[in-house]
């Protein structure tokens, strides 16, 4: 157990729909990161959030959106939401942004 | 760019067989670091091992091993005695910043009993 919870575990919805995933760090984690996992695109990065403020973008669509809260858990929307976006979703967080990422266990996603 | 190729991309062995996965990285920093990760069936991923730069020391930890060459670009991680249970996906990953982690296509490691 990396101590990273991610809520909820499995997800399925609609084309068209919107969605939030939210994730709570290790405690005492500061920088919260959001992955993509999918068969055809491997694991990518969407986005970093540091003590509440956007620190890095990756390949995360406009569709997306995400934030920390003072409390330091992350939540990432998605909209209108397509059959592409079928996924797992992990969020990781490290202590500081040059630590290592500690993975959450996922939310798998199925749009159909 | 920061680049990670994973060459094999299965592997399947005969438990307690020595396996070792290949990763190649690309990078114009002097300063970045090398991860692996394990992903088992059960789809969480497991940190393992961060390198820097720096520090081209081999690690040992039980049976698992990495080799980390500069001069190649290369990490490779062996496991030795390999168990059933090492049956997963097995990431390396680089980041120069700590910002944006890049990730191997993965090599799915099959160890048979």
């Known amino acids: 157990d990396s101590g990273v919870t991610q809520t909820p575990k499995h997800l399925i919805t609609a084309t068209g729909q919107r969605v939030t995933l939210r994730c709570s760090p290790r405690?005492?984690?500061?920088?919260v990161y959001w992955y993509q996992q999918s068969l055809d695109q491997g694991l990518q990065f969407l986005i970093q959030?540091?003590?509440?403020?956007?620190?890095a973008k990756g390949n995360i669509l406009e569709r997306f959106s995400a934030q920390q809260f003072p409390d330091l858990h992350s939540e990432l929307n998605l909209s209108s939401l397509e059959l592409g976006d079928s996924a797992l979703y992990f969020c990781?967080?490290?202590?500081?942004?040059?630590?290592?990422?500690?993975f959450g266990p996922g939310t798998r996603l199925l749009v159909l | 760019a920061q680049k990670v190729t994973q060459a094999q991309t299965e592997i399947s062995v005969v438990e307690k067989e020595d396996v070792t996965l290949d990763c190649v990285y690309e990078t114009r920093d002097t300063t970045y670091y090398l991860f692996w990760y394990k992903q088992p069936p059960s789809g969480e991923l497991v940190f393992l091992i961060r390198r820097n730069s720096f520090d081209e020391q081999n690690e040992i930890s039980g049976r698992y091993s990495w080799n980390f060459q500069k001069s190649t670009s290369s990490f490779n991680f062996t496991i030795t005695a390999s168990q059933v249970v090492d049956s997963a996906v097995y990431f390396c990953a680089l980041s120069e910043a700590f910002r944006d982690m890049r990730f191997g296509a993965g090599t799915r490691l099959t160890v048979k009993p």
């Open positions: 405690s005492g984690d500061l920088s």
């Open positions: 990781a967080s490290s202590l500081r942004v040059q630590e290592t990422q500690y």
């Open positions: 959030y540091y003590n509440g403020e956007e620190r």
